[in-house]
């Protein structure tokens, strides 16, 4: 009994470890049989105009336009809540200032009090308009003028390019809305040609014309006054109020032509720039192309000689290779002549004695 229970238990064991054996060699191999799925590749592919959503252009300026009035509508009622308010409170200021005992310096205290808040926050709305609302809508404006005319530029390269050409527009237009609100922004128009740079010349101008220099007159139409008051509450003398009053508004009206006639000159000055490059890029493309087209660098190296020279070092080294042809051959002729004319006299000479000697 026990031999037969050590027998059985033994080949128990034994197809124990000859499965366990071949569920091991057939775990791997089940592994590799079954197919593995290829790993994914993600590849973002995202156009020019990816960027700009549909009416994107259209929100951006509109919401533009709100948050420019967010920035200058406020000032521009505490403006006038301001010149309000000091107004209606004038009589109590004359009244008071009345202790001076001077009727002009009375009259120019009670002014003061008007024109000097006043001052503050028109001067205030007028700053805000013109170093962060007017720059950065003049440089959205010009980055659409240009993209404009690449897409004129792009027009005889077909519809492809032209394709391309909107595309880039969108978006740079789209980026330049976009930009950061910020006091004298840098401009991030981009012209290329003197096209294009002349024609941001041009809206510079007008630009400078309509913001800065109107700024400036608004400014004169708010400080103009206060300085006169301020003045008068000053010194009492109303000649030297009026003299202040004009040297105010002249000075504004100077640093109006100032910004215009500087605008002027720099766009005058970037058009010249471009019309130089141009003939540099021209001249050097012409100097490259002989440079290219010889064949050796001791042709490239040599001066460049005039259009007609080679044709006429050509005709002339024809003329001499056919004079020397000419007197080559005249020469060959002469002597293959002078070369036959001993052979036949020799060879008559041979005949006579060859004749004496048989008779």
């Not at 003061?112 to 809508?137: C, K």
């Not at 202040?244 to 000055?269: C, E, K, P, Q």
Request: hydrophobic share 45%.
């Amino acid at each position: 009994m026990n031999a037969r229970t050590r027998s059985q238990a033994s080949e128990a064991s034994r197809r124990i470890a000859a499965l366990g054996t071949a569920m091991i060699v057939a775990a791997p191999l089940t592994a590799m049989s079954q197919p593995q799925s290829p790993p994914t590749v993600t590849r973002t592919v995202q156009l020019a105009a990816a960027a700009v959503p549909p009416g994107g252009l259209v929100i951006s300026f509109l919401g533009n336009q709100l948050t420019y009035c967010s920035i200058i509508c406020p000032l521009l009622v505490d403006t006038a809540v301001t010149a309000a308010g000091t107004t209606l409170r004038t009589p109590v200021t004359f009244l008071t200032s009345l202790k001076s005992g001077n009727v002009w310096k009375t009259i120019g205290i009670t002014a003061a009090s008007v024109t000097g808040p006043t001052n503050d926050v028109a001067q205030a709305t007028i700053l805000a308009d013109g170093t962060r609302v007017a720059p950065r809508a003049l440089n959205a404006f010009e980055v659409a003028v240009v993209g404009g005319l690449d897409i004129l530029a792009a027009a005889p390269d077909g519809l492809p390019a032209v394709a391309e050409a909107i595309a880039t527009a969108r978006e740079q237009t789209f980026t330049a809305l976009h930009l950061p609100i910020v006091p004298n922004p840098a401009p991030t128009v981009m012209p290329q040609g003197v096209l294009q740079v002349a024609v941001v010349g041009v809206i510079n101008v007008v630009g400078a014309v309509i913001f800065p220099a109107f700024n400036e007159i608004l400014s004169a139409v708010f400080d103009t006054p206060n300085a006169v008051a301020q003045e008068l509450a000053a010194t009492g003398r109303p000649a030297r109020a009026l003299a202040a009053g004009v040297r105010t508004a002249a000075g504004h009206l100077a640093a109006a032509g100032t910004v215009i006639a500087a605008s002027a000159v720099t766009a005058a000055h970037d058009v010249k720039t471009a019309i130089e490059q141009r003939r540099s890029s021209r001249a050097g493309m012409a100097t490259q192309r002989p440079v290219s087209a010889a064949s050796g660098p001791a042709a490239s190296s040599a001066p460049k000689p005039l259009s007609d020279r080679p044709f006429r070092r050509s005709a002339k080294r024809d003329d001499r290779s056919d004079a020397d042809s000419t007197t080559a051959h005249s020469v060959g002729q002469d002597s293959s002549t002078a070369s036959k004319r001993p052979r036949a006299h020799g060879d008559s000479v041979r005949a006579a004695r060859r004749h004496a000697v048989r008779g």
